[in-house]
Nanobody, 120 residues
């Protein structure tokens, strides 16, 4: 079974940094996109960054230039480096993988989320 597990969240002061990790287990086939989403209290879940199979990377305007995304294929791990954090970055951060299984069924896998809280 596919499982995504996020880690690295915590409490930081404004201006600080955090590095989130997403470790994948199980067999994941035909990936179309992978990335990070977040959901703040009382708000809808929103895109942070998405990397498409074609190699393009889409960033939320609010984090572009402050965050970077990378991956370690050997460790099946996706990272999100977050710098210059502000209270507006406070949210539950989710790892996500989208694609198709060999039988043609689409999938949309999510982790359980890791909490990021930025104090002022």
């Amino acid at each position: 079974q596919v499982q995504l597990v996020e880690s690295g969240g915590g409490l930081v002061q404004a201006g600080g940094s955090l590095r989130l990790s997403c470790k994948a287990s199980g067999s994941i086939f035909n990936i179309n996109a992978l990335g990070w989403y977040r959901q703040a209290p009382g708000k809808q879940r929103e895109l942070v960054v998405s990397i498409s199979v074609g190699g393009s990377t889409d960033w939320a305007d609010s984090v572009k230039g402050r965050f970077t995304v990378s991956r370690d294929n050997a460790k099946n791990t996706l990272y999100l480096q977050m710098n210059s954090l502000t209270p507006e970055d406070t949210a539950l951060y989710y790892c996500n993988v989208k694609g198709w299984n060999p039988n043609g069924a689409r999938y949309d896998y999510w982790g359980q989320g890791t909490q990021v809280t930025v104090s002022s």
